[in-house]
């Protein structure tokens, strides 16, 4: 849409500080991202005057030959009570990420009970069941992330048994 760091000022902020600075008026646009519907976007869009901006479709056809890692999601009208039409967004796989010495055995653990009980994670919470090996293995070929060992080490002993 022609936005680039020539002609905005982009300020890192979370999705709280971005709410707030839309409030105090000290910002035009905010970008938040989490899960739908986001409980800080909820909070804005019964407080406030909302303006949802959609990405039209042709966007994101560009957007998906350069960055394959964005999903198109479509989150649709009255999600949020100020939302009159569906919109087009983008969205990313969720990760986990920890620190490069946290023990690889620890991680190994975390990643494999992860993967191994979607079921009982998707009935904790509604974003559970995107979790999922296919999604993390298209990244275990990518420069994009960096996997800690422990988790690599799981992603590998899956591939292994399946014969690949």
């Not at 300020?11 to 839309?22: F, K, N, R, V, Y």
């Not at 646009?29 to 303006?51: E, H, K, R, W």
């Not at 009982?120 to 990244?139: K, Q, V």
Request: proline letters at 2%; aromatic letters at 8%; charged letters at 25%.
């Amino acid at each position: 849409y022609g936005c680039n760091s020539d002609n905005t000022n982009m300020i890192p902020m979370t999705s709280s500080e971005q709410a707030e600075a839309l409030k105090d008026g000290t910002i035009d646009v905010a970008f938040m991202a989490g899960g739908i519907p986001q409980a800080t976007v909820t909070d804005l869009d019964y407080s406030n005057d909302v303006v949802y901006l959609s990405i039209d479709d042709a966007v994101i056809e560009t957007l998906d030959k350069e960055y394959p890692f964005w999903t198109p999601v479509t989150i649709e009208k009255d999600t949020y009570s100020k939302q009159t039409e569906d919109m087009n967004c983008l969205t990313v796989d969720t990760l986990l990420a920890c620190n490069v010495d946290l023990d690889e055995e620890i991680v190994y653990q975390i990643t494999k009970i992860l993967n191994e009980n979607v079921n009982e994670l998707a009935s904790i919470h509604s974003s559970g069941m995107e979790w999922n090996r296919e999604t993390t293995e298209a990244y275990l070929n990518s420069s994009l992330l960096t996997f800690h060992d422990g988790a690599l080490k799981y992603y590998m002993e899956v591939l292994e048994d399946r014969g690949r």
